[in-house]
């Protein structure tokens, strides 16, 4: 019964595991496959639709920093205008009336505008912040790229787990099937007791149930796999492989300084540059204070004062002129403020950093800790297999010569398929806190 409730909790955890607001694309050219892991976080990168998003991000700040450089171009606009005085403005100076053009008449002109900034800081320091922004941007999807990775890991040995405890479970009940056949054949014959054949009969019943128990875990576990790697419930794939084939692989984690050690983690990453984004905001709030020059050339051809509407047939005159505009900020309070409020969004970020760095080297050293401890368990745990097998063969034999009894002979099936499930469950446990480990650390073992 300790199994059967193990089995049916381990398919709880695995449901309550899944997104269910997760969208999932349909591939029908993969149809049935082997899977394997490095495929399998291969398909998830391809198409889970969170990292072409994050890479639409990095898209979208590279064409910022392409505006950003822009503002230092030239700018030309082109102006035509056409107006009609129906009655025209006139002054009164000491009797005599003075009036500003004909009634009646027509203007027409089109002029040029070459505007050119010759000393523009703001705009220099934006192109600069535009640059860190993209830096963060690429950031950010290498981290949604670890993450993807970190989950899909996880679920693959999740699935291993689930498929190598289906795998303890069937074989659990074909013996406590073959079991129960052999003891109703002998209490059909007299040779047991019922009270034997009903305690054959509830320990098969018992681990059919728990078969089933597993089957649904299989399931849920293969399904959350499908949903992180992208495609749809209906596409079939097999997992030839098993926990068991990781044994051999299972080492100490190395300890090195903490420093180095998160220098690829990606959350530190952000902040740094979140940092930097900070420091060349503020030099960019200093530039409020600064002087801006910029020229701007115009050339026009006007008429004026014709009688008709006929554009055309005007007679234009050209002109032109050239300007130099210097802007010299005095006082603007305001300016004050932005730069106090980003002294201290520095001073919350280097806090906010540092915070961080504590925790994920306490998570590290946590990782590292939880894989020793895994290691010794595999061991133990793998002896207690071997230990627990030979106590079925002999509970098997002092039951056939009436030695022993079927209590004796359930309880050592019960050991045995325990220590099983304890075996693979501590290797899962050692590959999850090793995926673990290696997303906190920043590893890009598996990207592209």
Known sequence: MKVKKLLMAYGILLASTLNAGAQVQSDASLGTMSLTLEKAI?????????????????????????????????????????????????????GNKIKFGQDGSSTATGALALNLPVFAPAVYQNMKLTKEDVLLAQEKARSSRLDLVNQVTKAYYSALLAQDSYA??????????????????????GSVSEYDKISAEVQMRSMNSSLVS????????M???????????????????????YESGLALPQSEAAGYELERNSSLLQLDYNMKLLERTRKLLKT????TVGIQLTGQYQSVSNPDWN???????????????VNIPIFHADNWTKLKSNRVRIAQLEDTRLDTERKLSMAVESYKQNMASTIAQVESNSEAVKQAGKAVQISGKRYEVGRGTILELNQSETALTQAE????????????????????????????
């Open 288 to 291: 409020n204070f600064l002087p």
């Open 42 to 94: 291969g398909i998830a990168l391809d198409e889970n639709p969170t990292i072409r998003v994050a890479d639409r991000d990095v898209e979208l700040k590279k064409i910022a920093d392409s505006e950003a450089w822009q503002a230092l171009l030239p700018t030309l606009d082109a102006t035509l205008s056409f107006s009609h005085s129906i009655k025209v403005a006139e002054m009164k100076i000491g």
């Open 223 to 245: 399904l959350q796999l499908k949903v992180l790697m992208g495609v749809t419930a209906d596409v079939a794939f097999v997992i030839d492989d098993s926990l068991k084939r």
């Open 214 to 221: 597993a089957q649904t875990g299989l399931n849920l576990a």
């Open 168 to 189: 303890v479970m069937q074989k659990s009940y074909n013996t406590s099937k073959e079991n129960f056949d052999v003891v109703n054949s002998k209490y059909k014959v």
């Open 311 to 325: 554009v055309f047939g005007y007679s234009y005159s050209p002109s032109a002129s050239i300007a130099f505009a």
């Open 421 to 448: 499930l304890t075996y693979v469950q501590s290797i899962y446990d050692y590959l999850t806190n090793k995926a673990d480990l290696d997303y906190t650390l920043g590893r890009e073992t598996y990207l592209k």
